[in-house]
């Protein structure tokens, strides 16, 4: 370990730690941690938050869009904020850690500012939000985007499985579904979201903290592979034109082309094939491509790259192919001032810092639209996330704890 971890630092991680343990019990299903955005769960998660920050003497509030929100006042009153959080809704069978780690970690420094009596230059604000994962409506990102003035209206007549309206779901929670397109807030210098890793990095390289540089663009594609099916025993090898085969040698050069620019990945995760019969060669394949990269321009030239191939590898084999987009959103570049300050933060408590981009979404994208954002990435056990298995040590909440402790004390509003 080269990061100097003081007893009083490990005390307070395991502190975090054990509230982390114990806020995973508001769960919407008996004996696996499912929180879905405006669920019963949800309201007792936010309600037990708003409790803790009021042990703290911060009055925090649920805000029009379901966000929990809470605000520790600089030295003087009125002085822009430096916001800090992340989401406390889960994807089902979840973990205790994504997203829920960074929005109590964004409590403990507040606890730890107001515990010495410390107030800062800038006001430090709490937000815990609700809506990131997705799972219960067809929306992501709905308190953020609230809080960046960016809110999407549409997503209230949003129905859940059940049938029931977003716009009412928010509405019996506490927020305010007239109000949550009216909530851009002003006077933000910064936001700030500490985050398990989710990927494998950090533990491979043996470190406990990441500077978010980048999270990742994305583009999908579904792509279309005709050939011509025929028998399997009656066709001989030279005269075949399978579709298939096709689809297989376009997937190693995706692979192949991913392998050669680091951050670059390339995942084929869904693959039809029909007739879909032992004895007959497969005549239509349909096949899914994401790809991502944290610069767009590099994305970009690897989508170039991936169509150009597909269709070259398409006429060699005497198949037709057709590319179709389905999705295609572009990467957020972190505010390099905060990446610097990150870094910097993360050096001065001993810990050698490592830059890398996020593959996956997170609430920072929608606030980066408000303000200069960043995020602190937390090395978790196996890369394992989105997963009842997914695990930090108490060394390693302690460490995220104490840099981004130490980023708050050393931020300064420009
Ligand atoms: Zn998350």
Redesign the pocket.
Known sequence: MDARVWDTDLAAGGRLMARLALFAGFSDEPRRLTRLFLSDAHRRAAHAFIGWCGETGLQAQIDAAGNVVARYEGRRAGAPALMLG??IDTVRDAGSY??NYGALAALAVVETLHAREERLDHAVEIVAFGD?EGVRFRTTLTGSRALAGNYPEEALDQKDAQGVLMRDALLAFGGDPERAALIRRSNVAAFVEA?IEQGPTLEAEGLPLGVVTAINGATRLEVVVDGVAGHAGATPMNLRRDALAAAAEIMLAIEERACREPDLVATVGRLEAWPGATNVIPGHVQFSIDLRAPSDANRAAALADVEARIFTIAAMRKVQASIAKSHDAGAYVCDPNIVAGLKHAVEAIGVAPRLLPSGAG?DTMAMGKLCPAGMLFVRCKDGLSHNPLESITVEDCAIGLKALTQFVRDFRAS
């Open positions: 992340s989401h994504d997203g990131e985050h997170h």
